[in-house]
Every structure is written in C-alpha cells, then in structure tokens.
C-alpha cells in the first residue's frame, strides 16, 4: 500500500502524483507500477517519472474513468500498487544520448536523464507536445543539466513541427524514447543509429501472466509488461 503525499495538476488535464511506500523493487529508468482503483476491475499501468528511497512520482493523463478517478485522489489516501514491473532502460548503450519524449511519454524520460547523467553521461532532450499549453517538465530537464528542446505541432512554443523535425540540432549517436505509435514510427525511420522504445499497452496483469499484451517481434513473440516495455530498435516489426 502507498500513501498519496500530493497529486497535482501540470496542466489542464496532465498530473502528478507523489506516493510513499517501499520503492526497493524499483531497479531500473523506465519500469512502471500498477495502480488498483477502487470499482474498477483492471489496474492502471503508469509509468515512474522519478523515485528515491521512500517516494514514487507518477505523471499521468486523464483519458478515462481510471484516470479520472486518480485526478481526485486526495494527500493522505492509499493505493494498492505493484511497482518494479517492466525490464526499464538499459544505460550502458550510449555515449551521446538523446531522449525523446512525446506527451505522457515524457515522465519516464526524467529519471532516464538523472540514471545517464549519473554514469557519466550528459543526455540531450527533445519534448513535444501539440500546443504550448501542454508542455511540462521542460525546467526540470533543464536544471538538471540537459539540452532541452521542446517542439510544438502548432508552432505555439519552441521548435514548430514533430520531434524529428529538431533531430537536426543534436549530435546523437544513441537515443531512447516513449510516446505514442505514430511518433515512433516517425523517430524509427528518421534515424540512422540504434535505440531504445518503451511501449505503451493496454495490459491485463501487468507481470506476465496473461500474455494480453503480447506483441510480434523479429525475436519471437514478448510481453510488453514483462519482457518489455522497452524493445529496442533492431527487434522492432511495425
């Protein structure tokens, strides 16, 4: 059980949420915990934005009834989570990465960058976003060191266009990435270098017993909870 310490809105419909509890099972940049909510029969699969010793922070988007009901969740209530789930990113792959998060692809993005910057590393960061009134976390990369430039589709905010399109003002010879499909595919075939993609799936058990999220890759059929959620590159069948 974990505790909310706060859950506060970032933008008008984008959260974050700080619970407290035992985080030792938290091993690795880019798993995920996931959340029981009270008369609903499926846990909610939310990835770890960042993490220390007795706290967990979540970045989540309210899309559904689940979510919804996370958004009024008060300080001092509790929640049943399993966390550690997921294989995370692997850090050691890369001397001049680059992240790119795209919407609620970001959180994970956060404590990736702080892994990377711990072994050495010192991670650009491209953010994007559809309209300036989405962005978040854009300081909180940036005090931490990194590069950080954030596209907008409309051009309302930084660099007009996709993340891609801001490919072209990083030297990169690695990268890691989360958000949705379409960007993915964009990233995919508008790099020439390897990496590293954390799906988002809708999922049953969330550890690998229901094999609801299986999906194909060159390598045989992985679950996107337990053998995932990060594939990288070169397993990847669109």
Known sequence: ???VLSNIKL??????????????????????????????????????????????????KVVGEGTEHMSNLSAGE?????TGLGNGFDVSKSTKPLLIGG?????PMYNLAKEL??????????????TKDEVFYENEFKTLGC???????????GVKGFVTDAFDKIDFDYFYTCGPLPMFKAVYSATSVSGQFSFEERMGCGFGACMGCTCKTKYGNKRICKDGPVLVKEEIIW
């Not at 509790?78 to 399993?82: A, E, K, R, V």
């Not at 910057?117 to 559809?130: C, E, H, M, T």
């Not at 590069?147 to 905010?157: K, L």
């Open 78 to 82: 509790m929640l049943d989570c399993l």
């Open 1 to 3: 059980m974990y505790k």
């Open 11 to 60: 933008t008008k419909d984008v959260y974050k949420m700080v619970l407290e509890g035992d985080t030792s099972s938290i091993i690795a940049p880019g798993q995920f915990i996931n959340i029981k909510l009270d008369g609903l029969f499926l846990r909610r699969p939310i990835s770890v934005c960042d993490y220390d010793d007795s706290t967990i922070t979540i970045i989540y």
């Open 103 to 107: 919407g609620v692809g970001v959180p």
């Open 117 to 130: 910057i711990k072994s050495g590393q010192k991670p650009a960061v491209i953010l994007g976003f559809n």
């Open 147 to 157: 590069n950080t430039i954030i596209t907008t589709v409309d051009g309302s905010y």
